[in-house]
């Protein structure tokens, strides 16, 4: 199912998506080795650096190619907040880098309606040896504030962060609580259009997780469009409306969150997916 | 590749497709970015210095010392020709553009290497590194530049009459032509080092003789004319030479091969830049 089930504006468009890693090229990290072994391919020896674990010597280990996506398609209407669920390794974080630009698809185009901010991680471009302050404007830089508007949330972010009287000091000197807390609120006044989250909400204590997704919920109900990957049906169900769930690298299922997360679920139980509206293609297409 | 169009703030659109140019560069989306440039030399200044004694005194303190190196190796003990000028003032033109070169070669060349973390968590134009250690490392020659006119003009009091004639005009040009032969290179070298890690040993060693053949130590006109033809290539060359002219008076450099270094030093960039930005999106496969 591609179709946009309201009929609201767009925010991200998916369409066929696809990564490929060639596996088994036998990546000669230096440039001595690369020539040496071209030069005995060359004169018919045996390569002095391939795979020492390679059974047969007299051959080169094939490359193979590993998909880590495959056609993946959907799109989310903007001010949605949609949940991506799949098993580690079924491509998720793949599907998020390349939102976020990190690095580019195989096949397939994506369009992004609005600004993107994506948190794939907590603390990105902290600096142990600066302070606080000047890590709130570094780290809001490097995702994609002005300068002039760390100043004028910054009152906010530092009062949602709970960590007012520690600022001038240096963050390596902080416990790693205050540092999660530093970090997350920082994100969390990017104000994007787009937003990705990828497992970052399962930080700090229970209070403040609370308050992120309470924050989180806000974010979503000024209509900033959310892009949810998580492990965690609570938080799912209270903050998306729809899911996708991704099995190896291809989709298996879109529709209603309450519908994804308990075939997700299930799916979690079960040895394979056993339920009829579940469909993962067959093993060989992949 | 991505190309960002923001055509009213309201509607900010981004495809992103497999395909990437080799010079598409998004210099729209660079501009956009400009403040992290700033941001990032912040950075780099206050983690390096803080919880040091001398702080930014460094940048001028590591060329005196090897200025006066040279001074003591190469004049008295080596007796090595300065074409009439001071050798203090000599040696330290040369270093301060070597410097200023080495310092930006080197630094850019690790840009994958080094920032791999950062550019798996976020995205922002990958350029933005090099051009903000460009600048950087010109904060560090605009410090060295300020301590050459001083020692300059102490010389003057002291009666040694150096000549500095109204080419100096030329100085912005040769920074320019260093910076963007220095950026290029670095591009270029960093995203060779991405497949193939020991260029990033060899670099180091590679500037070291470069330095050795761009007249810092010597003067052009020191090398026999026979000889002269094997330092051609080299750009660096019409830049020293040419601000030794220019400031003090006496340098070897004629016109075509000024030219012919801005010519190479803009091929350099160009083709640094190009390789940096197609090797950009899937950089992080291979790092």
Not at chain 2, 76 to 85: H, L, N
């Amino acid at each position: 199912m591609t179709t946009n089930p309201t009929r609201a504006p767009i925010a991200v468009s998916i369409e066929g998506i696809s990564k490929k890693y060639r596996l088994g090229v036998i990546n000669r990290q230096m440039l001595s080795h690369e020539i040496q072994s071209l030069w005995a391919r060359w004169r018919g020896k045996e390569d002095p650096h391939s795979n020492v674990l390679e059974e047969d010597r007299d051959t080169l280990q094939q490359p193979r190619d590993f998909w880590a996506l495959k056609d993946i398609s959907f799109t989310v209407a903007k001010g949605e907040a949609i949940a991506i669920m799949g098993k580690n390794g079924s491509g998720k974080s793949t599907l998020l880098k390349i939102l976020s630009r990190i690095t580019a698809p195989t096949e397939g185009r994506a369009v992004l309606h609005g600004r993107l901010a994506s948190l794939l991680e907590v603390g990105t471009g902290f600096n142990g040896e600066l302070t606080g302050k000047e890590n709130v404007y570094l780290s809001g830089a490097i995702m994609g504030l002005t300068q002039k508007e760390i100043t004028e949330r910054y009152a906010s972010i530092i009062e949602f962060s709970e960590v007012e009287q520690f600022i001038e000091t240096p963050i390596k000197r902080y416990s790693s609580g205050m540092r999660v807390r530093l970090a997350f609120s920082v994100a969390a006044h990017l104000y994007p259009e787009i937003l990705i989250l990828d497992e970052v909400l399962a930080v700090g204590d229970a209070s403040f997780r609370e308050k992120c997704l309470i924050k989180m919920d806000e974010i979503r109900q000024s209509g900033v469009t959310i892009l949810f990957v998580s492990h965690n049906s609570e938080q799912i169900l209270d903050l998306c409306s729809r899911g996708v769930i991704l099995h190896k690298g291809t989709k298996a299922f879109e529709g209603p969150v309450k519908e994804a997360v308990s075939l997700y679920t299930e799916s979690l139980h079960l040895r394979g997916l056993h339920n009829p509206a579940f469909t993962p293609p067959p093993e060989g297409k992949l | 590749m991505a190309t960002a169009n923001p055509t009213t703030n309201a509607e900010y659109i981004t495809v992103i497709t497999p395909h990437r140019g080799w010079f598409q560069i998004p210099w729209r989306e660079i501009w956009q970015y400009r403040e992290l440039v700033w941001v990032l030399i912040h950075r780099d200044y206050v983690a390096t210095y803080k919880q040091t004694i001398f702080g930014i005194a460094w940048h001028i303190v590591q060329p005196i010392v090897q200025t006066i190196v040279f001074v003591v190796i190469f004049t008295y003990v080596a007796k090595v020709p300065t074409d009439g000028i001071p050798p203090f003032l000599f040696y330290f033109s040369g270093l301060m553009f070597w410097r200023y070169f080495q310092d930006c070669v080197t630094r850019t060349s690790n840009t994958f290497t080094s920032n791999g973390a950062l550019f798996n968590k976020v995205y922002f134009p990958r350029l933005i590194v090099p051009i903000s250690q460009m600048f950087s490392n010109l904060f560090g020659f605009g410090l060295n530049l300020i301590f050459f006119i001083v020692a300059y003009l102490i010389y003057e009091f002291q009666g040694t009459h150096v000549a500095l004639s109204w080419k100096i005009i030329v100085l912005p040009v040769l920074i320019f032509q260093t910076a963007a032969l220095s950026l290029g290179l670095g591009c270029l070298i960093s995203a060779l080092t991405i497949r193939w890690r020991d260029l990033a040993m060899v670099t180091p060693l590679l500037l070291q003789l470069w330095m050795y053949a761009s007249c810092v130590v010597f003067p052009f006109s020191a090398i026999p004319e026979d000889k002269r033809w094997m330092f051609i290539w080299n750009p660096l060359i019409p830049i020293i030479e040419g601000f030794r002219f220019a400031a003090l008076g006496r340098g070897t450099v004629e016109v075509w091969q000024i030219l012919l270094g801005a010519v190479a030093s803009v091929v350099v960039l160009v083709v640094g830049l190009a390789v940096f930005h197609r090797v950009e999106k899937d950089c992080l496969d291979s790092v």
